[in-house]
């Protein structure tokens, strides 16, 4: 027996036994979100030359779902928003939730809330490897792609973020565990010798190559038709469906790769779903819109700042304000020049850094006061 | 309990732990002793899975350490580590609750709150509950750390802590309550292996001491039979000399003075 008496542990307060009131800002951020969402998107889908009104737009929709209601509208807008604007708007819708999920499950893996997709080299090794495939089209290539369709740039952007990935991964792996400044050098040498790679290629490339190159560098939605759609629904619902489950599991991981398995985590197993998940959306995104920067980096921020750090929330909510944040952008792309458009990168660019700058003074500010 | 056997653990040719064999029972508290390097942090390493044996065996509860499931292990076993870094802004109640994780897929029960609540009241950190984790000082987050790791074998029948130095950085009312909580856990059953600086500590508090010397075992045994001088000379190359406890009765070491080497440049 120890030399010291059996004291029982000193309790303070008689604790409440019933469970914590959860923030209201936690629980109406999802539904908040989603309405919002919905909104944006029939905005949006109403939006440009042909404008529709929110009751026309819900009148076509109703319509095609083989209701008849008294919503008046006529058969021009019903060919437009069937045709044009609808498929691009869906396109959005699941690029930015691909996106913003993938931002938030790469922030939670590197434990640093500067991980975006972009700057340890996902998007960058993706546009690589689908410039090269423009560029060096061989004949072999031409084969493939006559096989695969579509899919061949898709692919070769999914398997281009798949390898930066890995590579920068490996690079900051220390005895078992990725260190997180290593990584973030290690993903800026391999984003500049992509960059490098890239911009030899587009050296080489024909003036007609050099246009579809652009394409990839501004990110664009234009492309957008069903067939688009429903090629990379497969892809994108994927990580869109998966991702939301691995809260909880990535909440654990914010104590460390070694506290979290104590608690029983599959860390190496959590880590690679996460970087097949987050690289499928990111590649994909790539290969059918171009690099679109800072929706991955900011949502998630955004997300946090309104209802806190825990995944649970985080993840779902940075799905629905990538999509939110996309739909918008892209919505203000091709009306605000119309009847031009803008590349909707520059434009998530253009908003999404000051607001990035925005949220790090305010977290100095805070740390200060 | 942990059973080990004759334990070794090498990174290339450098010999961290050799020969090393303990058995940590319920109802009993081990605490390991031993100078800085001398392995105390690699064994509690060993025992948690962190790290595999290069050779020997570390049994728990009659298995294999690396054959038992993760979540099983988990809800048996909890473990403070010396890291107490959170990469995001949790709550305290948030971070306390991860300790429940491997008790619900989807929503925590009323039980895991109220689970979550006492293991807070019990380091003392209720009033802090709704405090977000950067915020509390050094001392607070290891005890928010100490409750996230209580919560996580609450209920288990003879679960084990093991904590890698749980006093550094307490304050000297915290240390001995952080020693109260384990001495309060072992009484109900659970086994505690905690890697301890303080030897009058260790002589207080523990039912068993393991001392190590450069990876290797000095000695093995009841506090009074571990903690003599001539072990602690042996160990931490300082003469101490030992006294009774006046109201105690277990040993109280106090170091003997000593002169610094001269140093050159300081003439």
């Known amino acids: ?369 | 309990m942990f059973d080990v056997q004759n334990l070794r653990y090498q990174i290339g040719r450098k010999v961290l732990l050799q020969g090393v064999s303990l058995q940590a029972r319920p109802g009993e508290l081990l605490a390991v002793v031993g100078a800085n390097g001398a392995g105390k942090s690699t064994l509690l390493r060993l025992l948690s899975g962190d790290l595999t044996p290069t050779s020997g065996q570390v049994q728990f509860a009659g298995q294999d350490l690396g054959g038992i499931p993760a979540p099983e292990l988990a809800r048996r076993r909890a473990v403070l580590t010396q890291q107490h870094t959170l990469s995001l802004a949790f709550r305290v109640r948030e971070l306390v609750l991860m300790g429940r994780y491997p008790y619900f897929r989807g929503q925590p029960s009323t039980h895991d709150h109220a689970v979550v609540t006492e293991a807070l009241a019990l380091v003392g950190l209720f009033e802090l509950a709704d405090r977000s984790y950067p915020t509390l000082s050094g001392g607070e987050q290891q005890r928010a750390q100490l409750a996230r790791v209580l919560a996580q074998v609450w209920e288990a029948k003879d679960g084990f802590l093991l904590l890698d130095e749980p006093l550094t950085g307490l304050d000297l009312n915290h240390q001995h309550h952080t020693l109260d909580v384990a001495r309060a856990l072992v009484q109900r059953g659970f086994g505690v292996v905690a890697v301890l600086h303080d030897l009058n500590l260790a002589a207080q508090y523990a039912d068993q001491v393991l001392l190590l010397r450069q990876g290797a075992t000095v000695a093995y045994g009841e506090p009074a039979a571990v903690l003599t001088a001539a072990t602690i000379e042996h160990a931490f190359d300082i003469a101490v000399e030992l006294l009774v406890h006046p109201s105690l009765g277990c040993p109280l070491i106090v170091p003997c003075p000593r002169p610094l080497p001269a140093t050159r440049s300081w003439a």
């Open chain 1, 1 to 369: 027996m120890p030399a010291v008496a059996e004291r029982p542990a000193p309790t303070k307060t008689a604790p409440p036994l019933a469970p914590p009131p959860t923030d209201w800002r936690q629980r109406l951020l999802l539904p908040g979100l989603a309405g919002l969402l919905v909104g944006a998107v029939l905005l949006s889908a109403g939006a440009g030359a042909v404008p529709i009104p929110v009751p026309a737009v819900l009148g076509i929709l109703l319509h095609k779902m083989g209701l008849t209601t008294s919503l008046t509208f006529e058969l021009q807008q019903e060919a437009v928003l069937w045709a044009i604007r609808l498929p691009r708007v869906c396109l959005g819708v699941l690029i930015g939730a691909a996106l913003g999920l993938a931002g938030a499950a790469m922030q939670g893996l590197f434990r640093n809330p500067l991980a975006d997709p972009g700057l340890i080299g996902v998007s960058a090794g993706a546009s690589l490897a689908a410039v090269a495939t423009i560029v060096l089209e061989v004949t072999v290539l031409a084969a493939v792609r006559e096989w695969l369709g579509f899919y061949v740039l898709a692919v070769a952007a999914f398997l281009g973020a798949c390898g930066t990935t890995l590579l920068v991964y490996r690079l900051s792996k220390e005895s078992g565990r990725a260190v997180v400044g290593t990584m973030l050098l290690a993903g800026i040498a391999v984003n500049s010798l992509a960059g490098a790679l890239t911009g030899l290629l587009t050296y080489a490339a024909t003036d007609e190559q050099l246009r579809s190159i652009t394409f990839w560098g501004l990110g664009s939605l234009g492309g957008a038709s069903w067939p688009t759609v429903l090629g990379v629904l497969p892809l994108l619902a994927l990580p869109i469906l998966l991702l939301p489950r691995l809260g909880k599991s990535l909440n654990l991981l914010a104590l460390g790769e070694e506290q979290a398995a104590h608690l029983g985590l599959p860390v190496t197993r959590l880590k690679r779903q996460l970087i097949v998940l987050a690289t499928l959306a990111v590649g994909t995104s790539v290969a059918v819109a171009g690099t679109i920067g800072f929706l991955g980096l900011v949502v998630p921020h955004l997300v946090r700042l309104v209802a806190g750090p825990d995944h649970r929330i985080v993840l779902p909510g940075a799905a629905l304000g990538g999509a939110l944040v996309l739909t918008l952008a892209d919505m203000l792309a091709r009306t605000i020049v119309a009847p031009a458009e803008l590349p909707i990168g520059i434009l998530t660019a253009l908003l999404g850094a000051p607001v990035f700058l925005w949220i790090l003074l305010r977290e100095k500010r805070q740390r200060l006061a």
